[in-house]
Every structure is written in C-alpha cells, then in structure tokens.
C-alpha cells in the first residue's frame, strides 16, 4: 500500500514538474499574445503585398492567412466565407476518389477533401498555387496538377465527387460550357458535382457573373438532372462589402444526395 502511494506521489511530482518546464519554455499568456501579436502583423504585411502593393493580384487565395484572421483577427473572417469548404466535404465517402478543379494553395483540398476521401486530383492552371500547395499541403492522398481544366484531359476517366469552389466566375462562358459537359462525363453514374461561387458583381478577374442561384440552376440542369442550391448572404472586408455566395450538390441520381441531407422525425402526437 505504501509502495503504491508512493509510485502516485511521484507521478504527480512528475507531472507537477513536466508542467513547470512546459510553461517555463513555451510561456504563458504574455509570451502568446506576443507570437500572435508577431503572426498577425506578418500577415497582415502578406495581405498589404498580395493585394495592395503587388503589381498583380494573385488569382487564388492565401488560406494560411484567412484561417489566422478567422481565429486571431477580431472579427475580420465571417465564418461563412469557410461554408463552401464544409458544404463540399460534406457530401464525400471514405472510399471517394475526388477531383479539386482550381484547387489554389490546397489548403482546402488538403483539410477538408483528403482526409473525407480516398484520394484526391487537385488541379491549378496557376503554377504559383500549385508550388505553394505542394510547399504547404501536401498529403499522401493528393496528387496536385498544373493543368488547364478547359484545353487538357482530367488526371482520370472517372470520379466520384468532382469539387468547383469559388472557381466558374473565372472561366468565360464558353469555357464553363466545356468544363461543365468534362465535368458530367467524368463522374460515376451516381457520382456528385459540388461547388459554389460570389453572386453579383464581385471579383477583380471574373469573366462572368451570375445574379441569382436561378442563374446556376439553369446553367447545371443541361447537364444534371438533379440540381440543389442554397445561398448565404454574409459581410467581408471588414464588413464594407455584403457577399452573396452561393452552392450546390449536381447529380444524375439523388440516392447520394439524399444521403447528406439532415433527417427529420416527427414527434408523436
């Protein structure tokens, strides 16, 4: 008995000290709030030559910084500029072999779609993002491609979930045209087609641009017989501009469409 209350004694001695060292070497609340202090500055210098200094906007975005804005920029990233990421994942199988068109820096792909799926094709026709996801976002599962989504074949005959987040808006309306029919061809029978995109006229490089969900439902349902959509409103740039954003789940089957929907129950009366 005495043997054993010893053995626990040391124990919390051990612990009591692993606990010392840890805030002796990393800190306490001061040290945080300066290494965040440090972290935002930097980023927010990132932004200042991204967006502002830089001879040329960048075409994807940097979501190293927007996911620090969302936790550490009081109030600056809406979480609804994080929906289109859940809304995709939300629709994948653990054995789904997925295609990102326009994948940017992959953070996306890599949180959000790798570990929901099998494997992932992710795919930029800006070499800047695709070296910048293989830098930052890489996992065992994703195989990023610099390739044209409209002039070069997909990486694969067939896919189950194929993802266009944020992306149409970029292609002319011709190209969308070719895409969306690549896009239909290459997915499984029951295979689903998930994206979203800005409603209105938002973005400095966006070749078209769509005024109401209605718009997308009547481009998708030439190519799919079953179209959801739903659209959030939510303020950016420090609430000096009101986002239309919005998505949808395209099928030519609704069994896996139905599959993601939240079920109701009736109380019994």
């Not at 990132?46 to 502002?52: H, S």
């Not at 830089?54 to 609804?80: A, C, E, M, S, V």
């Not at 994948?103 to 094709?121: I, P, R, W």
């Not at 989504?149 to 292609?171: C, L, M, Q, S």
Request: proline letters at 4%; glycine letters at 6%; a positive charge.
């Amino acid at each position: 008995m005495l043997a054993k209350k010893g053995r626990m004694d040391l124990r919390r001695l051990m612990r009591a000290f692993a606990s010392f060292w840890e805030g002796l070497v990393w800190g306490g609340t001061i040290r945080e709030e300066v290494l965040i202090w440090l972290l935002r500055h930097h980023y927010q210098s990132l932004f200042r030559r991204l967006w502002q200094l830089g001879t040329k906007k960048p075409h994807f975005t940097y979501h190293r910084l927007t996911w620090f804005l969302f936790g550490f920029g009081k109030g600056r990233i809406h979480p609804y500029q994080l929906a289109r990421a859940f809304y995709a994942a939300e629709v994948l199988r653990s054995d789904d072999t997925v295609l990102d068109i326009g994948c940017g820096d992959g953070f996306l792909t890599n949180h959000f779609l790798s570990t929901q799926c099998a494997e992932v094709d992710a795919i930029d026709i800006d070499p800047g993002a695709i070296h910048l996801a293989k830098r930052t976002n890489t996992r065992s599962n994703i195989t990023y491609y610099l390739r044209n989504a409209v002039t070069e074949p997909f990486p694969r005959d067939k896919y189950d979930v194929i993802v266009w987040n944020g992306a149409i808006g970029h292609f002319a309306p011709a190209e969308t045209a070719l895409v969306l029919k690549k896009i239909a061809t290459a997915l499984h029978p029951a295979g689903i087609f998930a994206g979203s995109e800005s409603l209105g006229h938002e973005g400095h490089d966006h070749l078209q641009f769509f005024r109401t969900t209605r718009d997308l439902e009547d481009l998708f349902q030439s190519h799919f017989a079953h179209v959801w959509t739903k659209a959030l409103r939510y303020p950016i740039n420090d609430a000096t501009f009101i986002r239309d954003e919005a998505y949808w789940w395209c099928s030519n089957s609704p069994s896996r469409l139905t599959e993601s929907t939240w079920r109701h129950v009736n109380r019994p009366s």
